[in-house]
């Protein structure tokens, strides 16, 4: 258990409304990556931090902002929602490069924007 | 970019067969990491396997095998003796060195459904 914990779980919203998504971790972890799930696209990066205050970038960042103020928590931002980002969002962390380099997720956020 | 082929959308196997899951990627680095991982229906994301580019053995988890052919650049997931509970989506994965620096790429999937 990487103690990864994401908010809300589900979520319904209009287009146009801002929305944010919370990742939460426990154990410290420097590495922490957004990724959102499509069907025939598997998990595409949206964007990932190295540190606090310190982000990049992922493949489908358009749309998406990100902020990460403390170690624990890396928050997904849409500031205005479409319905293309209807979506499942998945948290994830990486336990460093003493590891193989897999990634731990968290249990994945349900956005429906209408 | 790398690039990560799974052709096969969705497989049958038989309770207590084994499996074969393909997947083809792309990449020029020599430095590299294979990953596999599993998605119930309930949707969680749950790692299985790992298998670096320079490994010389295939890589083994309980029932879970890597088929690494390298110069064909393929990563293939043998299942063996499958069960009821292996019914799930399968996504196989590439991560250039050095990882953190480095996006992990995914493929389409596959999704498995185990027979009684």
């Known amino acids: 258990d990487a103690g990864i914990t994401q908010s809300p779980r589900h979520k319904v919203t209009e287009t146009g409304t801002p929305v944010t998504l919370r990742c939460h971790q426990t154990e410290n972890h420097r590495y922490m990556y957004w990724y959102r799930q499509d069907p025939g696209h598997g998990l595409r990066l949206i964007h990932y931090?190295?540190?606090?205050?310190?982000?990049d970038k992922g493949e489908v960042s358009d749309g998406y902002s990100v902020s990460r103020s403390k170690t624990e928590d890396f928050l997904l931002t849409l500031e205005s929602a479409t319905s293309s980002q209807t979506s499942v969002y998945f948290c994830?962390?990486?336990?460093?490069?003493?590891?193989?380099?897999?990634?731990?997720f968290g249990e994945g956020s349900r956005l429906t924007v209408l | 970019a790398q690039k990560i082929t799974q052709t096969q959308p969705g497989m049958f196997v038989q309770e207590k067969e084994a499996v074969t899951l393909d997947c083809t990627y792309d990449?020029?680095?020599?430095?590299?990491?294979l990953f596999w991982y599993k998605q119930p229906s309930s949707g969680e994301m749950i790692f299985l396997i790992y298998?670096?580019?320079?490994?010389?053995q295939n890589a083994t988890e309980g029932r879970y095998s890597l088929n690494f052919q390298k110069a064909r650049k393929s990563a293939n997931l043998v299942i063996s003796a499958s069960q009821l509970g292996d019914s799930a989506m399968y996504f196989c994965?590439?991560?250039?060195?050095?990882?953190?620096?480095?996006?992990?790429?995914f493929g389409a999937g596959t999704r498995l459904t185990v027979k009684p």
């Open positions: 298998q670096g580019s320079y490994d010389q």
């Open positions: 994830a962390i990486s336990l460093g490069q003493a590891f193989t380099g897999e990634l731990f």
């Open positions: 994965a590439m991560r250039e060195l050095p990882y953190n620096n480095n996006d992990m790429r």
């Open positions: 931090s190295y540190g606090v205050k310190d982000t």
């Open positions: 990449t020029s680095d020599p430095s590299y990491g």
